[in-house]
């Protein structure tokens, strides 16, 4: 593929006077229980930094008061644990330009009931879908609630990818062809785009494979997944809003998912330099503005 930071930056919106709040992306995070509220916290304000105009969270009542405390930026539902939790979130689905579905879920199986249900309406809708962390859970339980929905992007890590994988190819990943591994995984789930987080990130969409190696570091703290899929939500609408000219035909999420895996590496990488050792995720949130302007403002 062509110069593909070249092609992220294509799909960036200009910052004109003539908006609106809201026409730069209005982003939902679906995750959020009472063990995790970290990682929501952490995509939905990473959507933000990059620069989404609002971002909303639908979690579960006991994590809502601890997110909204964290910052007064989130917009925060505590629906997701409520009886017609599928229809409070559908409410809002007009409203959205993509979903994050998993930072922090959980795996009670009510509530990935609920996630179930929002990825049907979402899917209805034709809504880009980001499916990370326990997202991720629950699509290698039931591989058919998004296999062929072509706006989909799942981001798993290690872990994730090789359960993931196992369902699907009903085979262990094969170590010494990780090319194969990601590409034969997104033509079992009819060519949606996979995000395959690690040493290197391999983002296929079942006919290319890219490659970012950009340099970070090697500080593997717990919330850099979810800042990249919160990223990554941002990407996905104006790459897919951006339109073919911009990306010059090529997979706009595939566009997306290099930009958001690059800033990502990138942040740590910033953060890395200030922190070392006790760099944390909140640290490279903070970096954000800087990595993006580094890397696709200049
Ligand atoms: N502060 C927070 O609230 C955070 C919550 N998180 C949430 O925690 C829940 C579980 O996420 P996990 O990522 O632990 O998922 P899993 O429970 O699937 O665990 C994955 C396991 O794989 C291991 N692993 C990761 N990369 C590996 C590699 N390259 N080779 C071998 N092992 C590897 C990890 O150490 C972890 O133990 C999710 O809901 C997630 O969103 C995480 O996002 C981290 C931050
Ligand atoms: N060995 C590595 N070297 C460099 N970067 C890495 C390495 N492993 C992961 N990364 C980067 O860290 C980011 C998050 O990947 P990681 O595998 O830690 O996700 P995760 O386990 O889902 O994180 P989280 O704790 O948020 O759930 C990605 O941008 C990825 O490129
Ligand atoms: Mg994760």
Same mark, same amino acid.
């Given at each position: 593929?062509?110069?593909?930071?070249?092609?992220?930056?294509?799909?960036?919106?200009?910052?004109?006077?003539?908006?609106?709040?809201?026409?730069?992306?209005?982003?939902?995070?679906?995750?959020?229980?009472?063990?995790?509220?970290?990682?929501?916290?952490?995509?939905?304000?990473?959507?933000?930094?990059?620069?989404?105009? =609002?971002?909303?969270?639908?979690?579960?009542?006991?994590?809502?008061?601890?997110?909204?405390?964290?910052?007064?930026?989130?917009?925060?539902?505590?629906?997701?644990?409520?009886?017609?939790?599928?229809?409070?979130?559908?409410? !809002?689905?007009?409203? =959205?330009?993509?979903?994050?579905?998993? %930072? @922090?879920? @959980?795996?009670d199986d009510v509530l990935l009931e609920?996630?179930?249900?929002?990825?049907?309406?979402?899917?209805?809708?034709?809504?880009?879908?980001?499916?990370?962390?326990?997202?991720? !859970?629950?699509?290698?339980?039931? %591989?058919?609630?998004?296999?062929?929905?072509?706006?989909?992007?799942?981001?798993?890590?290690?872990?994730?990818?090789?359960?993931?994988? /196992?369902?699907?190819?009903?085979?262990?990943?094969?170590?010494?062809?990780?090319?194969?591994?990601?590409?034969?995984?997104?033509?079992?789930?009819?060519?949606?785009?996979?995000?395959?987080?690690? /040493?290197?990130?391999?983002?296929?969409?079942?006919?290319?494979?890219?490659?970012?190696?950009?340099?970070?570091?090697?500080?593997?703290?717990?919330?850099?997944?979810?800042? =990249?899929?919160?990223?990554?939500?941002?990407?996905?609408? !104006?790459?897919?809003?951006?339109? %073919?000219?911009?990306?010059? @035909?090529?997979?706009?999420?595939?566009?997306?998912?290099?930009?958001?895996?690059?800033?990502?590496?990138?942040?740590?990488?910033?953060?890395?330099?200030?922190?070392?050792?006790?760099?944390?995720?909140?640290?490279?949130?903070?970096?954000?503005?800087?990595?993006?302007?580094?890397?696709?403002?200049?």
């Amino acid at each position: 593929m062509e110069n593909i930071f070249q092609l992220v930056r294509n799909v960036i919106p200009p910052l004109t006077a003539k908006k609106h709040k809201g026409q730069d992306g209005r982003i939902g995070i679906v995750g959020g229980c009472q063990e995790y509220t970290g990682a929501p916290y952490f995509a939905a304000i990473s959507a933000l930094k990059v620069g989404a105009d =609002l971002s909303h969270v639908f979690c579960t009542k006991d994590a809502a008061t601890v997110i909204k405390s964290y910052s007064p930026e989130l917009i925060v539902h505590p629906v997701l644990d409520s009886p017609d939790a599928v229809h409070e979130v559908e409410k !809002w689905l007009p409203r =959205l330009h993509s979903v994050v579905i998993g %930072p @922090g879920l @959980g795996r009670d199986d009510v509530l990935l009931e609920n996630a179930k249900g929002i990825i049907e309406k979402s899917k209805v809708k034709g809504i880009p879908i980001v499916i990370d962390a326990d997202g991720l !859970w629950l699509i290698t339980q039931q %591989p058919s609630l998004i296999q062929g929905y072509a706006r989909a992007i799942l981001t798993p890590n290690a872990m994730e990818f090789s359960r993931l994988y /196992e369902a699907m190819l009903r085979d262990p990943v094969d170590s010494n062809d990780h090319h194969g591994c990601v590409l034969r995984l997104s033509q079992a789930l009819g060519n949606l785009t996979i995000v395959q987080k690690g /040493e290197r990130d391999l983002i296929s969409d079942g006919e290319k494979v890219l490659v970012c190696s950009h340099e970070g570091s090697s500080r593997r703290c717990g919330g850099q997944g979810d800042l =990249l899929s919160g990223s990554l939500g941002v990407l996905a609408h !104006w790459a897919f809003l951006a339109g %073919p000219e911009k990306t010059n @035909g090529q997979n706009p999420f595939l566009v997306a998912a290099f930009g958001a895996c690059s800033l990502t590496r990138q942040c740590n990488n910033q953060a890395f330099q200030k922190f070392g050792r006790s760099m944390t995720a909140s640290d490279m949130v903070l970096e954000i503005g800087a990595a993006f302007n580094k890397l696709f403002e200049n």
